[in-house]
């Protein structure tokens, strides 16, 4: 399930690249890292929240 987290946020911060979203807070192309952010608070809740 991690690996296709990490695919989509590759594919939405590549996208972004190409052509920002236009959402709040990603009007611009520099904004993708914000993308990025978000890939990693996800991943973070996924390892806290996943059975031993």
């Keep these: 399930m991690t690996k296709l987290f990490s695919l989509l946020f590759i ?3 590549v996208a972004h690249l190409i052509r920002p979203f ?3 807070g990603l ?4 904004d993708f890292w914000k993308i990025a952010v978000v890939g990693f608070i996800v991943f973070g ?8």
């Excluded at 009007?27 to 520099?30: A, I, P, V, W, Y």
């Excluded at 809740?45 to 031993?52: H, Q, S, V």
């Design 11 to 13: 594919g939405l911060m």
């Design 22 to 24: 236009g959402l709040p």
């Design 27 to 30: 009007k611009r192309r520099g």
């Design 45 to 52: 809740l996924t390892i806290l929240i996943r059975p031993e």
